[in-house]
Each structure stands twice: as structure tokens, then as C-alpha cells.
T-cell receptor, first 111, second 117 residues
């Protein structure tokens, strides 16, 4: 599978803890944001999205928070499980369908 | 429902050779995208098709890269001649634009790992 590299920020948590992954985006005109999860050898998998007219959106065990003032996005994972271990990417969309990805954060969950 | 598929999963070629990558989007998705991730860098956009037309190819690195989507179904990305810096993982994604909501969730394939020696 794809090597995610040795230079990604890494978040290590214990199983059952809550995880918070942060992302700073660059374009104040971006109107749509997405979090993707990428496991080794697989492509990015959609987790949750949020439009710029919202500041919070909840899914199953995941919550995305958007702070447009400081151009910050976060992904909260409740009761983190070993299967959540992966690289997480935020992506922004300026309205022309192309996605601009962040560098990614590796989440390591210990049993 | 089948997801986005890509072929091959891995390709190892020598500098100067030609390689063709294929992507089959989710059935019914008019939008098809190519992205690339080189080692240690972010995933970068290459181009976007709407059906068979190129909507945006601003991310294509140079004229050694040629993408086609004849008939508006599957797409190919050809690299000719390949250079060392072309090594990386090439992802394809597709989406079904929902005009009422405006969302355009992109679903990614597993990628093709290209190694140029």
C-alpha cells in the first residue's frame, strides 16, 4: 500500500478516548469542506462534510467544527477505536469542484 | 454499488517509457477527477472531466500527461515519456453533482502507485 511518509503530524490516543484532529485552511473564499480518512493501500474515504454557512455538523461518532474567522477546521472522533487508525485529510472546495487537500494527520489508536 | 476502480494498482516502469492508467468512476457519475500524491507531499488536483469534456485541467504538470474520457465513462491518464519525478500515487475520484443542494461529494478510488526508475 501507499506509504504515508514519515513527516506527517501524528496523534496517538488510547482506545476509548476522544480524538481531535485540526486543520488550517488557506482560502477565505472556500465554501465547502470535507474530511477524508485514508487507510494504508486505499484511497481517501469520505467521512463528513460541512458548508461554510454552518459552524458544526455531527455524524456517527464524528463532529466537524468550522471557524471561519481563523480559517480553522477540526474533526472530533468520539470513543476512538483501533479501526480509526489512519491518515486524516481535510480538503477545501472553492466552488469549482476541485479539492485542495491539507498535509494530513496520522491517527494512531492503541488498544 | 461498485465504487471507483483503478487499474493497475501498481506500475513500475523505466524513465522514458509510457504508462497508461485507467479509472472507472461510479456508474452515473458525470464528474471525474484525477489527483496525484508524490511522496511526502499533499494530494494535488490534476484535472476534472464533466462527462467527456475537460472542465479544468489547470493541475496537469506538463504536456507529457494526457487524460481522456471518450464516451464520458471511464478515463485514462497517459504519461509519455515518464520521468523520475512522476513517481507517486495517482487517484481518481468521481462525483454526482446534486444541483439542488450544491454538494458534490467526491468518492475516491484506491489509487495507482507509479514508480519510475
Amino acid at each position: 500500500g501507499e506509504s504515508v511518509g514519515l513527516h506527517l503530524p501524528t496523534l496517538s490516543v488510547q482506545e476509548g478516548d476522544n480524538s481531535i484532529i485540526n486543520c488550517a485552511y488557506s482560502n477565505s473564499a472556500s465554501d465547502y469542506f470535507i474530511w477524508y480518512k485514508q487507510e494504508s493501500g486505499k484511497g481517501p474515504q469520505f467521512i463528513i462534510d460541512i458548508r461554510s454557512n454552518m459552524d458544526k455538523r455531527q455524524g456517527q461518532r464524528v463532529t466537524v467544527l468550522l471557524n471561519k474567522t481563523v480559517k480553522h477546521l477540526s474533526l472530533q472522533i468520539a470513543a476512538t477505536q483501533p479501526g480509526d487508525s489512519a491518515v486524516y485529510f481535510c480538503a477545501e472546495n472553492t466552488g469549482y469542484s476541485t479539492l485542495t487537500f491539507g498535509k494530513g494527520t496520522m491517527l494512531l489508536v492503541s488498544p | 454499488e461498485a465504487g471507483v476502480t483503478q487499474f493497475p494498482s501498481h506500475s513500475v516502469i523505466e524513465k522514458g517509457q509510457t504508462v497508461t492508467l485507467r479509472c472507472d468512476p461510479i456508474s452515473g457519475h458525470d464528474n471525474l477527477y484525477w489527483y496525484r500524491r508524490v511522496m511526502g507531499k499533499e494530494i494535488k488536483f490534476l484535472l476534472h472531466f464533466v462527462k467527456e469534456s475537460k472542465q479544468d485541467e489547470s493541475g496537469m504538470p506538463n504536456n507529457r500527461f494526457l487524460a481522456e474520457r471518450t464516451g464520458g465513462t471511464y478515463s485514462t491518464l497517459k504519461v509519455q515519456p515518464a520521468e523520475l519525478e512522476d513517481s507517486g500515487v495517482y487517484f481518481c475520484a468521481s462525483s454526482l453533482r446534486r444541483l439542488l443542494s450544491g454538494t458534490d461529494t467526491q468518492y475516491f478510488g484506491p489509487g495507482t502507485r507509479l514508480t519510475v526508475l
